[in-house]
């Protein structure tokens, strides 16, 4: 299984890159420059064990391509439109998965959602319904990706109008040991992805005892 992660040189994409390659995933990273998604792949692929997926690197067009049929998208909020306008044609019979928040640029502690509700409706809008939009990962500490050697501390909750879809990000998401929920249609992203100012502001809080913390849906009947 080959999938491409574009914005994979970033913290969040790289950790994801690095833990999906170690779960048995092939990885490619994507970038308008190719260059660089080369070179950051390669600075990964050293830190893989023995009989892990492999981590590539290409430009995002190309990365895209080489995906079997899931590409996940980690790029900064500003990034957001103008790279899916650019392979929005490359995305036919492919599946997005939307993992970006939309920040404001000058308080991480506050998001700005799009007219469209969220960055995941924003996506589903851009790129219409043949492309199935999955939203995912949102709430997911970049330093706690990025730390392959300790267990993902948090739940994941994914949306997305296409049930289909949503299962097979699902069972993706999986294999990196995590719990991951199905929480509904695109539109509930506006409420997941809010939670993650939430989360930053608690985590960077003196007041807490914690600094990369997630969010965990937890049952009654569990201790």
């Known amino acids: 299984m080959t999938i491409a992660i574009l914005g994979g040189t970033g913290p969040q994409g790289s950790g994801l890159a690095l833990r999906f390659a170690i779960a048995g995933v092939d990885v490619v990273i994507g970038s308008r420059d190719g260059t660089r998604a080369a070179d950051g792949a390669a600075a990964l692929a050293v830190k893989l064990p023995a009989g892990a997926g492999s981590i590539s690197g290409l430009g995002n067009d190309e990365a895209v391509a080489a995906a079997d049929e899931i590409v996940i998208l980690s790029v900064p909020w500003n990034a957001h439109q103008r790279t899916l306008e650019g392979i929005k044609d490359a995305l036919a ?15 991480p502690k506050k998001v700005v959602m799009p007219p469209e509700g969220s960055a995941t409706e924003a996506a589903q809008a851009l790129l219409g319904d043949d492309v199935p939009v999955v939203g995912a990962l949102h709430n997911v500490s970049a330093r706690v990706l990025g730390a392959p050697e300790h267990a993902i501390n948090c739940d994941i909750l994914v949306c997305g109008n296409n049930i289909d879809a949503k299962k097979k990000v699902i069972a993706l998401i999986e294999k990196l040991g995590v719990t991951a929920y199905n929480c509904g249609l695109a539109q509930s992203a506006r409420c997941i992805e809010a939670l993650t100012p939430i989360l930053i502001r608690l985590n960077i809080s003196k007041s807490t005892p914690f600094k990369h913390g997630g969010i965990k849906i937890w049952g009654e009947d569990q201790d």
């Open 93 to 107: 019979g492919k599946i997005l998965v939307d993992i970006v928040v939309p920040l404001a640029e000058d308080n």
